[in-house]
């Protein structure tokens, strides 16, 4: 049996199968055939940018037949049926009809990123705070407390909400922390050496946390970094570092963490932006 070596880890080529659709509770009950396909056809995307196949709209399509699939995954046309009627179900594709003895073509329709809603803790808080501005209408009325009675469900009314309040906070960090160490579980820290991967979690928890981020002469809001770190995975952290190498020649780094920060954030939008980079990654081409 023949062993990888340090120089081989990477000499194969990988279809990218999104994390989510494992723990996202809207796809975890996706087949794992319709998983894998979903997973082709984002690789399939590749070719249809090279070939600009896009609609009036600007949106992508690809061309991927039932029997292509079949023949890749050495299965009958029943379960590769019934899982494209999964992905459909699920938003994940959209397919248009051509005509007779056309194949269909196919939309990839984006996963929808899981995030924790405080929807209940704040219909929780107004309903509390709707019930104590009642009962303290009602004491006026009825006359049955005394203003010290009122005085006091105003100070439990006041505490309450600094409570709720509370929770939301210890909520939204708890989601901060659990959304950081996602976007780091896609990056699969575990492929770089130890000290890669001290550099880029230090820079992936500044990238995170700044308020505003620097990147070249532009200051970019926290919301803006984080919708990009969504799309980081493993590639774009190759690709960075492979940035960063060919730049260290010709440019004098004074600052290397704010430097390989500007390496991923540059990374996500080249690789995203330029087929031709993406399909040189996608396939490990020189």
């Known amino acids: 049996m023949k062993l990888y070596k340090i120089n081989e880890t990477l000499e194969h080529t990988y279809y990218q199968m999104p994390q989510e659709l494992f723990d996202n509770e809207k796809y975890k009950s996706l087949s794992i055939e319709a998983k894998v396909i979903y997973s082709f056809l984002l690789n399939r995307m590749n070719l249809s940018k090279i070939n600009k196949w896009i609609n009036e709209r600007g949106e992508i399509y690809l061309i991927y037949t039932r029997k ?9 046309d029943k379960p590769v049926t019934r899982a494209f009627k999964e992905l459909r179900e699920s938003s994940l594709i959209k397919e248009e009809k051509q005509g007779f003895g056309k ?8 996963i ?18 709707i019930r104590l501005n009642n009962q303290i209408k009602a004491d006026y009325y009825i006359g049955e407390n005394t203003n010290t009675d ?18 939301i906070e210890v909520s939204q960090l708890s989601l901060e922390q659990e959304t950081l160490e996602y976007i780091k579980q896609k990056c699969e820290l575990s492929l770089f050496d130890e000290r890669q991967r001290n550099i880029i979690e230090n820079a992936l928890d500044i990238m995170y946390y ?4 620097k990147i070249g002469h532009a200051i970019l ?10 799309l980081l995975n493993s590639s ?3 690709y960075a570092f492979d940035k960063l190498n060919y730049l260290k020649a010709d ?16 990374a996500i939008t080249e690789y995203y932006s330029d087929s031709e980079l993406q399909f040189k990654i996608d396939y490990g081409c020189g």
């Open 236 to 238: 774009i952290i190759f």
């Open 103 to 110: 194949p269909n073509l196919i939309y990839i329709g984006k």
């Open 68 to 76: 292509e699939i079949q023949s890749k995954l050495n299965l009958s």
């Open 251 to 266: 440019v004098q780094i004074k600052n290397s963490t704010n430097f390989i920060i500007s390496c991923i954030y540059n």
């Open 221 to 230: 809001p926290q919301e803006n970094v984080r919708s990009r770190m969504y």
């Open 210 to 213: 700044s308020n505003n981020l």
């Open 112 to 129: 929808e990123h899981e995030e924790k809603q405080y929807g209940d803790i704040n219909n929780n808080l107004e309903a509390e705070d």
């Open 150 to 167: 009122t005085a006091n469900i105003r100070t439990k009314k006041k505490d309450n909400i600094k409570n709720k309040n509370k929770e």
